[in-house]
């Protein structure tokens, strides 16, 4: 009877047991020797036993076949100048030789001037304006009147549009905890924030972003493909799914409770003439079948 065909949770023989101690027997030498050959490798090399068998020896780069760094006849890339106009211009001129000190120098020419520019954060980067507004009473209509505030001020609102903006794209866009706002505005913006004002922030730079968030949503059933794909993810403790639907032109996330084929009806209607591209699972061939 062939070891290998011997039913381990079966042995009814004497032979059967002789059997699977002689194939254990020959497996065990055969990682043993694998072991050896593994520290024998590791032992000549400062490198880990797991580093020795990440690639085949005819798949490692070879010595001297390829240097670290820019390769002979690469084409040089230089780094553009950020345009004038949005750039402001210091004009640095010399009136003698900074070497021997001598006054007698020609007039420079356009070819003589050496641009450099420097991008940097202004010591006070955020810019706090106090808007007083004077009203005065007006007799005919009984009461106190006041000026409009200008049209980028949102009214009753400590941050102005960018600042709001800049805030909100950290949160959502680089995943930065509220604690972490809190102290990139104190240490680099040089404002003290509550995390209760920045939370109020984000909140407002959702309900700004719906409108044109819905649009997008509209948009998604009117697209010849769309390539759908859902995950977990993490939220206070829940798991519920995130989604994405891409286009060429769209990628549209959705978050929802759940994973089944309700949320590509909600989202595409109960018919798509479209093709989508996704996995095998159920929700699609749900989806599929409706249409």
Same mark, same amino acid.
């Given at each position: ?27 065990? +030498?055969?990682? #043993? ?32 076949? %390829? ?5 002979? *006849?690469?084409? %040089? ?12 211009? #210091? ?18 020419? +356009? ?12 010591? =006070?980067?955020?810019? /706090? ?32 549009? %960018? ?23 104190? =240490? ?7 995390? *209760?004002?920045?939370?109020? +922030?984000?909140?407002? /730079? ?37 989604? /994405?639907?891409?286009?060429? /032109? ?14 590509? %009806? ?24 409706? #249409?």
């Amino acid at each position: 009877m062939e070891a290998e065909a011997i039913d381990l949770y079966n042995i009814k023989t004497l032979a059967d047991a002789i059997a699977i101690i002689k194939l254990l027997l020959k497996e065990n +030498a055969e990682l #043993k020797e694998r072991v050896a050959r593994l520290e024998k490798n590791s032992q000549t090399s400062s490198k880990p036993p797991s580093s020795d068998i990440t690639k085949p020896p005819g798949e490692r780069r070879q010595p001297g076949e %390829r240097k670290i760094g820019g390769q002979a *006849g690469h084409k %040089r890339h230089t780094r553009e100048l950020v345009p004038t106009e949005k750039v402001a211009v #210091k004009d640095l001129r010399i009136a003698q030789c900074p070497d021997c000190g001598s006054e007698e120098l020609k007039s420079e020419t +356009a070819e003589s001037v050496r641009i450099q520019q420097v991008a940097e954060l202004r010591p =006070d980067p955020v810019e /706090v304006t106090e808007y007083r507004s004077h009203g005065r009473y007006c007799s005919c209509c009984g009461e106190i009147k006041y000026p409009s505030l200008p049209q980028n001020v949102i009214p009753n609102q400590l941050l102005g549009p %960018r600042l709001l903006s800049l805030l909100g794209y950290m949160k959502a866009g680089m995943g930065v905890s509220i604690a972490e706002l809190q102290q990139f505005g104190r =240490d680099v913006l040089g404002i003290t924030l509550s995390q *209760g004002l920045i939370s109020k +922030a984000i909140n407002r /730079v959702s309900e700004t972003l719906k409108a044109p968030y819905d649009e997008l949503q509209q948009h998604l059933p009117q697209q010849p493909s769309l390539n759908i794909d859902e995950t977990t993810w993490k939220n206070s403790g829940k798991k519920p799914w995130v989604w /994405v639907f891409c286009s060429e /032109v769209i990628a549209f996330f959705a978050i929802r409770a759940s994973r089944g084929c309700a949320v590509l %009806r909600e989202i595409l209607g109960e018919t798509f003439s479209g093709a989508v591209t996704s996995d095998f699972y159920s929700a699609y061939v749900c989806f599929a079948n409706l #249409k």
